[in-house]
């Protein structure tokens, strides 16, 4: 796999990164490891697909969105738009250390994830909106260019199983995310065996994406990561596309008009798109 990050630039600095993004709790559990412990899993995270999730997971990802969120918006309180955040909490418990009182919105639909995300975030000091409704749907909630950062956490995947259920209708709000996750894993084998899943996804992922630009500041940027999970890859998902997700979406996303891709060190293109609004 090709590394999703650099260990030696990371290791050193883990134990700074749970200090100041993980909670009491958290860091009473990240201390329970052994240090050896700690610094194998961050480099298992680098090396191989996710297997385990422990603090280390948490206090590296926070870490690592607070470098980039920093990066692209020194100035302080920002407003940040989540596409299919599901219950993943990483960049609201990220914001809420680096820039308390800035503005969070989630464009989240499914309903069970919903309502975890809300448990896990509950108390922290943001201004939090939660828009249970598609993505596409943006401009209806927001409909100028109120977001500073539109963020896709690990979320080019799920946008993409979520229109090929549309279209199979299967039900991605109602149900069990990972009771449909088999069924969009075979979809995602039909479709990369006829060669035909850009023709099925595209149109629609690109319609989404030009939505979100409206609600997107000019000047503001889209912030898109990937990785990989060991159990997807075990249950059947096409190994080749899971690892080269923002490669297949990249070439697409520079047809969106009035975005420019720009990129930053450290920051692999493999696993990281960063897109300014002109
Ligand atoms: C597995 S979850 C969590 C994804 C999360 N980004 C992560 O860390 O992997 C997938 C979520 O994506 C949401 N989703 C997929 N397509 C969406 C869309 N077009 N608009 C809003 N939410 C969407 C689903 O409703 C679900 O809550």
């Given at each position: 796999?090709?590394?999703?990050?650099?260990?030696?630039?990371?290791l050193?600095?883990?134990?700074?990164?749970?200090?100041?993004?993980?909670?009491?709790?958290?860091l009473?559990?990240?201390?329970?490891?052994?240090?050896?412990?700690?610094?194998?899993?961050?480099?298992?995270?680098?090396?191989?697909?996710?297997?385990r999730?422990?603090?280390?997971?948490e206090?590296y990802f926070?870490?690592?969105?607070?470098e980039?969120?920093?990066?692209?918006?020194?100035?302080?309180p920002?407003?940040?738009?989540?596409?299919?955040?599901?219950?993943?909490?990483m960049?609201p418990?990220?914001?809420?250390?680096?820039?308390?009182?800035s503005?969070?919105?989630?464009?989240?639909?499914?309903?069970?994830?919903?309502?975890?995300?809300?448990?896990?975030?509950?108390g922290?000091?943001?201004s939090?909106?939660?828009?249970s409704?598609?993505?596409?749907n943006?401009?209806?909630?927001?409909?100028d260019?109120?977001?500073d950062?539109?963020?896709?956490?690990?979320?080019?995947?799920d946008?993409?199983?979520?229109?090929?259920c549309?279209?199979e209708?299967?039900?991605?709000?109602?149900?069990?995310?990972?009771?449909?996750?088999?069924?969009?894993?075979?979809?995602?084998?039909?479709?990369?065996?006829?060669?035909?899943l850009?023709?099925?996804?595209?149109?629609?992922?690109?319609?989404?994406?030009?939505?979100l630009?409206?609600?997107?500041?000019?000047?503001?940027?889209?912030?898109?990561?990937?990785?990989?999970?060991?159990?997807?890859?075990?249950?059947?998902?096409?190994?080749?596309?899971?690892?080269?997700?923002l490669a297949?979406?990249r070439?697409?996303?520079?047809?969106?008009?009035?975005?420019?891709?720009?990129?930053?060190?450290?920051?692999?293109p493999?696993w990281?798109i960063?897109?300014?609004?002109?």
């Amino acid at each position: 796999m090709i590394p999703l990050d650099n260990a030696a630039r990371w290791l050193p600095r883990l134990d700074k990164c749970a200090k100041r993004y993980l909670n009491g709790e958290e860091l009473a559990k990240y201390y329970e490891m052994p240090a050896d412990d700690r610094n194998a899993q961050l480099s298992a995270l680098f090396s191989a697909p996710i297997a385990r999730f422990t603090a280390v997971n948490e206090a590296y990802f926070r870490a690592r969105w607070g470098e980039a969120l920093d990066l692209l918006h020194p100035e302080g309180p920002f407003t940040l738009l989540e596409v299919a955040s599901g219950d993943a909490d990483m960049i609201p418990q990220c914001m809420a250390r680096l820039h308390p009182g800035s503005r969070y919105i989630t464009s989240n639909m499914n309903e069970l994830l919903n309502k975890s995300l809300l448990q896990k975030t509950k108390g922290l000091p943001l201004s939090f909106q939660l828009i249970s409704d598609d993505a596409a749907n943006i401009l209806a909630h927001l409909p100028d260019g109120q977001a500073d950062i539109i963020a896709f956490q690990h979320a080019v995947n799920d946008v993409l199983q979520a229109i090929l259920c549309e279209r199979e209708g299967v039900d991605t709000v109602y149900s069990d995310w990972m009771d449909t996750l088999p069924a969009m894993i075979r979809m995602l084998q039909w479709e990369v065996d006829a060669g035909t899943l850009e023709e099925s996804v595209r149109s629609p992922f690109m319609a989404l994406m030009g939505s979100l630009w409206g609600a997107l500041r000019t000047g503001g940027h889209a912030v898109i990561n990937h990785y990989m999970f060991q159990l997807d890859l075990d249950w059947g998902y096409p190994p080749y596309l899971f690892e080269n997700m923002l490669a297949m979406v990249r070439p697409w996303l520079q047809e969106l008009a009035g975005a420019r891709e720009i990129r930053l060190n450290d920051f692999n293109p493999q696993w990281w798109i960063i897109l300014q609004k002109n």
